[in-house]
């Protein structure tokens, strides 16, 4: 009896760190972001903010393609989490990015201004973009753990994320910007 209570304190305390989002499809992603933008990470910068209560990092892309908006050549954008000196701040549900990294973002301006931007949806306007030589690009926007509610039944269950082609996911933008 006592394994079994310290299990479920456990798994209360797992799902109490977990990010939960109410799942949004790519139509309703799409709809919600003044840009969408296919991109690759170039370099990433954290920092404390004015209070020093929270550390935010900033990525640094080259717009590769646009699929919603005028995105210009380089986009910056700010999520929460990372690393200043020898303090870490992790965020469950953010996925970070290395240079290197391809991604399909949908975006829409952050709270700082000046042309910096957020992923909508926290991870899930985060479509990690993965290529082989056997298959067409795939992409795919989970964060391992990520829960998600579903209002209707009040329930958290673990996040699913969504993968799809790099053709399907422009395709499905394309039908609701009209781009």
Not at 6 to 35: K, Y
Not at 70 to 88: C, K, P, T
Not at 128 to 145: H, I
Request: net charge positive; hydrophobic share 40%.
């Amino acid at each position: 009896m006592r394994r079994l209570a310290i299990f479920i304190i456990v798994l209360f305390a797992l799902q109490l760190c977990a990010t939960s989002v109410i799942p949004m499809s790519v139509e309703q992603l799409a709809v919600a972001s003044s840009v969408i933008v296919r991109a690759r990470a170039l370099s990433n910068q954290s920092s404390w903010d004015a209070e020093r209560a929270h550390i935010y990092t900033f990525t640094r892309f080259q717009a590769l393609e646009n699929l919603k908006g005028a995105a210009s050549s380089e986009i910056i954008v700010r999520q929460m989490g990372g690393r200043v000196g020898n303090i870490e701040q992790r965020v469950s549900g953010v996925r970070r990015w290395q240079m290197g990294d391809e991604s399909v973002l949908f975006l829409r301006p952050s709270e700082v201004g000046q042309g910096v931007m957020a992923v909508v949806g926290l991870f899930q306007g985060n479509y990690a973009v993965k290529r082989t030589a056997l298959s067409e690009p795939m992409t795919t926007n989970g964060a391992p753990e990520a829960m998600q509610y579903d209002p209707s039944t009040r329930t958290t269950t673990h996040f699913r994320s969504s993968q799809i082609t790099l053709r399907e996911l422009r395709q499905r933008v394309a039908r609701v910007t009209g781009q």
